[in-house]
């Protein structure tokens, strides 16, 4: 009987290739440093050709190092040839395949390029391959690495403590609230080559896409995972802009396109875009008050918008508290403030920046850090091991 | 001199910024931090940007009274002519003439030349050190946050070393099965420092679930203090009945509050249902 095995698989172009490093050392740190693991480990690294060009030393010297280095192929091409990341995961489905690797007993743990892993997150994963009740799970994902408290780093705070309404959303049977991630999620790979990635031409949201799929075959097989995965937030209200994009491109893309889609998922789907549109008209009603008198309406809506807000500010409160332990540095309640609000600021936006303009394929945003970012590793030091200390 | 006198004002002004400016850069300054007193360090402390601005205020002040023979940069420390120079031979280049005021000195020019350069350099080394400010001042928040890690790690040592899991028997299988990794991944481990993030992990855990009561408890009592307000001051205020177009447009308000209800709800039922700690290796 073949033992558990979990394969650490980074899917990405590969440009960003200094995140992309810091990421597989620190599985390969961790792997090393934690003793109760229910599982053997591999790490594969799925990048495009352009971005094996960035920089081969690294990747060699990482193959050297245990890593498994797929590049995929410019003539490879999927069944239905869908393109993008769904193209590149696709591959790695068809080379475990290939390589014998897949059935029940191996456990595909997904990564974004910048998502670093901790000893919380390798016991969770422990946990989840050890209990084998469940076929798909997924955690909560923090964004302490080069936290900076740029706006953009501070709207990221949000999506932690939003990631505990998505872990319940996704194990309850319909997904209530559409809830998934496209990283720290750990799919037994049986499930995966069934369910696979391939879609007719590009497909945005894979992940979403992958959900839908996967729920629709078997059933509520997702579970929580525990243990944090440690990311960056974007470095720019540029990059957080394109990034957000994407995102509402992938839901208007699963609904026109996903025809697995059940009417009550596509329902809900629509009803959480229809969420996030909103924001920009609410905001310029809030605005249009200070001249125009609304009328009894505002009886009404005044009963909700307490608890509206104060969501909201919960949401960057203990989001905030979440991270606490894992920033660098502390930031004034002025500057969290006006932070916050900027960050809220292009989140608004975003839905309508996506409606006005077309992501490029895979709508690269730079997750290397940027010269005016300090380099050595403050902000998760014990979660992103320097290649020095990894090696 | 009528055409010295502002300069002169525009230094007061400097002097007085300098003293009274916030630090340069200092991003987060403890609220009960205040500006050392003493005239070096108030200097020290002064606002880099706001003492460039000063001088560039200066600079301006000087340039349209320079002489039609003034040029770029002068030397500050060429030898300059004193007011003691009386009618000796000005200076080539240099303008003399008269003014209402009466006679201008032929030196002024060059004088006004000799300032604006000296602004020019104290102003470029003002930029330098308002950028190795700045490269100090991130020096010493990494140092700051690194210490702080490693006084909260070796606090967590000192508590006492967590007992190797490879020692507990219902473990070592599943330890001995972690080392059969690819060659890279297999090696000895460090079991007392390792336990630290995934307690850290867990008490982060904890901490929120410890709240998951106490939010609730906020929640609906801010929301409720914020509604009443709101619901009061719209009764009070007896808003007339606008045209229906107008009137529906806070309905938009409305659109998201069942998802907030439920985001809030499904937030409160994960904590409370799950055990989401990882096991280390703490008896």
Known sequence: MRSTTVLFQITAIGKNVGALEESARSVLYWARHTARLAYRIEVWLVVEPEGYATSPAVYEALRRDGVRILVVPRSYATPLGTSGKARALQFAVERRQALGLSGPATWVYHQDEETCVGQDTLLGISDFVQQDRLKVGVGVILYPIDWAGTPSHIQELTRTYDDFRVLDSMTLPANPTAGFHGSHILIRSDVEDEVGWDSVGYAPAEDLTFEIRARARFGAVFGVLKGFAYEKGAFSLADQLRQRRRWVHGILFALHRSRELPARRRLTLLYSALTWFSALPSTLVLALSLQFRYGPLLIVTGIFTGFVWVSMATGYLEGYRLHREYLPRSISRGRFLAHALVGALIDILAPWYALATRPSLGDFVAKDRPASVEAPGVAAAAERPRASRGA | ?283
Do not use: C
Request: a negative charge; hydrophobic letters at 40%.
């Open chain 2, 1 to 283: 001199m009528n055409g010295i006198e502002p300069a002169r004002d525009v230094m007061v002004t400097t002097e007085k910024a300098s003293r009274t400016r916030a630090p340069p850069r200092r991003a987060e300054p403890p609220i009960d931090e205040a500006p050392p007193a003493s005239a070096p360090d108030a200097i020290a402390w002064a606002d880099p940007s706001e003492v460039l601005a000063q001088i560039a205020e200066m600079d301006e002040e000087l340039r349209p009274r320079r002489g039609p023979g003034a040029t770029g940069k002068a030397s500050p420390t060429a030898p300059v002519p004193t007011a003691q120079d009386g009618g000796r031979t000005p200076a080539p280049g240099s303008a003399a003439g008269t003014t209402p005021a009466g006679d201008v000195s032929p030196y002024l020019a060059q004088r006004i030349d000799y300032a604006s350069a000296s602004v020019s350099e104290i102003g470029e080394g003002l930029r330098e050190m308002d950028e190795r400010w700045h490269d100090l001042h991130q020096a010493a928040e990494r140092l700051e946050a690194e210490l702080g890690k490693a006084a909260r790690e070796i606090d967590f040592l000192h508590r006492g070393p967590t007992p190797d899991p490879a020692d507990s028997p219902g473990l070592a299988a599943s330890a001995t099965d972690a080392r059969r990794g690819p060659a890279s991944v297999r090696a000895p481990t460090a079991a007392q420092y390792g336990n630290f993030t995934a307690e850290r992990y867990n008490r982060t855990i904890d901490d929120l679930k410890a709240r998951r009561r106490a939010i609730v408890a906020w929640t609906v009592a801010i929301a409720a203090g914020i509604s009443g307000v709101l619901v009061a001051l719209s009764i009070i205020a007896r808003e007339p009945t606008p045209p229906i177009w107008l009137a529906a447009l806070p309905g938009v308000w409305l659109v998201p509050v069942p998802f907030f209800v439920v985001s809030f709800l499904a937030t409160q039922r994960v904590l409370r249902r799950n055990h989401l700690n990882v096991a280390t290796g703490e008896p």
